[in-house]
């Protein structure tokens, strides 16, 4: 069993299956049962409203997305986090500080998204600072490549936008050229189809580290338009 900051995961790896755990959902990554009925965000399990629904990707602690639901409670904010330490930690900062409306999902984010999200059902998606994996035998680990985006389009309203941030230049590049590949995918930004001032983006634990090393942040923004 798993167990960190207040969360224990009830049952043995060999029984392993989705559970909710209060404001947490946690999905095996090694798990091959998806057969789940997409609830909806306004089922009691969830947020039980209607509110809008933000989702991040890439969550880590949790830091960015608990400010952004500080000065929004009027949305409903969703943070996507594969490993279970991180999930915790950002789930255990919610609930310190009262969050009613954010909800943590421990699961890779094609999982999450391809089996368990509403369909057509989230106003706004960020991914904040996914691993680059700069290697080209890794590149199958990327979370940014044409399973994700496609996957991604399915659970945003049309007219939806996904908003990224990378310190690696080649990453962005690279993200770039993957969202042009898709043709529902406009970018918001003219060429070189980033920014590196965006002062209403939020602070996050890794943008304040490359910051404070002097690193440049790049800030992608690409439009649902099917």
Known sequence: MQETHGLRIPFAWSDRHPVFLGRFLYIPGVY??????RIPWSDSRFFGNDHPVHIEF???NGFW????AKKHPEINWVAVEKRFDRASKAWSLAQREKLDNVFVVCSEAVLFC????PLDSVSEAYVNFPDPWPKRKDAKHRLIRKEFLEILQTILKK?????LATDDRPYADRMIREFFNNPSWKSTFPDPYFICDFPDFGISFFSDLWQRKGLSIHYLQFKLDL
């Open 32 to 37: 091959d049962h998806h057969i789940w009925k």
């Open 159 to 163: 007219g939806s936008c996904v908003t």
């Open 65 to 68: 997305l608990s400010e952004k």
């Open 58 to 60: 890439c969550s880590g």
């Open 114 to 117: 391809r089996y368990y999200a």
